[in-house]
């Protein structure tokens, strides 16, 4: 079972601490007997113990620095919000694929924004923009945000300021079980609380350092009799032997942990796995040692964003996994709805 995340080390900028979190923040690492350090800028965290590069990634992964959100700028987030709204970046978890590898290079500390009352006056203003349309916020494009909320409460107060809102709602997707401090959260059912599951070889080989499937399940469970809008997010779909097994197992358990109530109002999303010749470097570089296959010989080149290529599964594998895995949702999830299949 993986312990809820306490970091090694912990860097404080020195504005961080003109917000009550940062105060709160300090206070509370000092008391857990953290160690804890001061940094002029997130930039200049530097000297994180570790003889090389290899060393060094793994410990800025357990380290966190607590600063101040200077852009207020939302970028989007399509295809399953209108906005990422940024509380964090960086992970503590070590999937092999994770794409904060390459956007977050050679600094994969995590950071987490204490100026978090900003935050909200700039969703604030994206959502007058729109209205009377809805705005949806996802709160986990650059980190998995459950897995570090538990210090910060920062998720917490986010799905309570949504709770409150007319026109926003607030989604986010994680890997981790550790959800109890969010059961009591007034969310009035304006945050849609996803799960992203694999199938078994896929958490096994490629997830380390994150909640395995049953505490996903277990989490998913409570959650959904908080009251809250319940989704899974089945990320990267990957083939290997035995995947049609696999990912039928893997909804089958969730099916059978499920209260009936939980699958009237449910999501699915989709999303096959796919890398880009960057990220590909980053990967054999950090784990190298993954099983993780990055054939692009195998695979079908498309456009991506900023003109980078990815290579994803041919047009008759996606049509594979479409019909199987949407088979299984139809099967064992009459009610549930497919968001879409990237
Ligand atoms: Fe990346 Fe999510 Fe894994 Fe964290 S849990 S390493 S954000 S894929």
Same mark, same amino acid.
């Given at each position: 079972?993986?312990?809820? =995340? *306490? ?37 200049? !965290? ?47 978890? #070590? ?18 924004? *204490? ?56 989604? =986010? !997707?994680?890997?981790?079980? #550790? ?26 080989? =490629? ?13 998913? !469970? ?45 999501? =699915? ?42 290579? !994803? ?30």
């Amino acid at each position: 079972m993986v312990k809820p =995340f *306490v970091p090694q080390l912990v860097y404080f900028e020195p504005r961080a601490l003109e917000y009550p979190l940062g105060k709160r923040l300090k206070d509370k690492f000092e008391n857990m007997g953290l160690e804890i350090r001061e940094t002029t800028s997130h930039n200049q !965290v530097r000297n994180l113990p570790g003889d090389n590069d290899f060393q060094k990634y793994r410990n800025a992964k357990s380290t966190l620095v607590v600063g101040v959100r200077k852009t207020l700028k939302f970028d989007t987030s399509k295809p399953s919000a209108e906005y990422a709204i940024p509380f964090a970046t960086g992970c503590m978890g #070590h999937c092999h694929y994770c794409y904060l590898q390459t956007t977050m290079g050679s600094k994969p500390y995590i950071r987490t924004y *204490v100026n978090t009352d900003e935050i909200f006056d700039a969703a604030d203003k994206y959502m007058k923009e729109r209205a009377p349309e809805i705005t949806r916020f996802e709160a986990s494009c650059t980190s998995d945000i459950v897995g570090i909320d538990h210090l910060t409460h920062s998720l917490k107060q986010a799905i309570e300021y949504f709770g409150k809102s007319q026109h926003g709602l607030l989604r =986010f !997707v994680t890997k981790f079980a #550790h959800v109890d401090h969010l059961l009591d959260a007034e969310h009035n059912g304006r945050t849609r609380f996803r799960f992203s599951i694999n199938a078994d070889y896929v958490i096994k080989y =490629f997830e380390p350092g994150t909640s395995r499937l049953p505490e996903r399940i277990e989490a998913a !469970v409570k959650i959904a009799e908080a009251g809250y809008p319940l989704g899974f997010i089945i990320a990267p779909i990957y083939l290997h032997e035995g995947w049609k097994t696999g990912y039928g197992e893997m909804l089958e358990k969730l099916e059978e942990a499920l209260p009936a109530f939980a699958k009237k109002d449910l999501t =699915f999303e989709l999303i096959q796995h796919r890398f880009t010749q960057p990220a590909k470097r980053v990967i054999q570089k950090n784990y190298p040692m993954t099983k993780l296959e990055l054939d692009e010989s195998k695979r079908k080149w498309k456009w991506g964003r900023y003109g980078i290529g990815k290579y !994803v599964y041919t047009n008759e594998e996606q049509e594979d996994m479409k019909d199987t895995i949407g088979g299984y949702i139809d099967r064992l999830f009459p009610e549930a709805r497919i968001e879409y299949f990237t």
